[in-house]
């Protein structure tokens, strides 16, 4: 009799074990997983197949691998020409903005001042952001908007440039604005402008590794959570 229990002890604890290890197998497939987080800290590449069509432009919107961002020319707050040798090697956030804007500029504005905050003291980490509004937001303007926030001008470039490069950067490079022509916007007014809360995670690649709701603290630590992770992978200190 108690060899009986001692078998079907065995037999119960080695059912249990093997469906504990097939769940764990069926939450590391997938790429979001806690388990697969933990297991390599790598975060999936994203490439315009993988974004909503409406923030991609139609040319690259079939692009399923290899996407990275294009070369850029833009002056950042103090007048200094920023392009893409500036950031290669690096991992920065990207969005795009305007100084005038009183709607979810300065609360986008007010988590890249934490996200800054995180990473002051890192030499691999910087952020771009871009004028949506080049037409009023000169370098000067730039730099007061900079300097209300407390932006360090080594870390974080606020950039302009003419409306159709940022536009070309916005949709083709880190895929997180709408077509101009959305229907949504009012051609003409304030609100024709690329606009967007989407903030844009790359990698020293040049590639996307994140997208995030700027607005959202949450997802601005889910950020900062994955800056960490990137630094793993590419072993930066």
Not at 16 to 30: G, K, P, R
Request: hydrophobic content about 35%; proline content about 5%; overall charge negative.
């Amino acid at each position: 009799m108690k060899q009986r229990i001692i078998i079907f002890t065995l037999i119960v604890l080695t059912g249990m074990t093997i469906a504990v290890v097939m769940n764990m197998q069926h939450y590391s497939d997938e790429p979001d997983s806690p388990v697969n987080r933990s297991q390599n800290n790598r975060l999936k590449v994203i490439n315009p197949s993988d974004v909503n069509p409406k923030l991609v432009d139609p040319e690259i919107q079939d692009v399923t691998k290899d996407h990275t961002i294009s070369d850029f020319s833009f002056q950042n707050q103090l007048g200094d020409t920023i392009t893409k040798a500036d950031v290669v090697g690096k991992i920065f956030v990207t969005d795009f903005f305007f100084t005038t804007c009183a709607g979810i500029c300065p609360k986008m504005t007010t988590q890249l001042k934490r996200v800054q905050a995180e990473f002051k003291n890192d030499p691999n980490f910087l952020i771009l952001s871009h004028t949506v509004n080049p037409s009023i937001d000169t370098v000067e303007t730039m730099r007061a908007y900079a300097e209300r926030f407390d932006a360090d001008p080594e870390k974080w470039w606020f950039l302009t440039g003419s409306k159709h490069d940022l536009y070309i950067m916005a949709r083709k490079s880190y895929l997180v604005v709408p077509d101009e022509a959305d229907p949504d916007f009012d051609h003409g007014g304030e609100s024709d402008f690329l606009h967007t809360e989407n903030f844009a995670l790359i990698d020293p690649d040049g590639r996307i590794r994140g997208m995030y709701d700027g607005t959202n603290p949450e997802e601005v630590d889910e950020l900062i959570r994955d800056v960490y992770d990137l630094k793993k992978e590419y072993e930066l200190d």
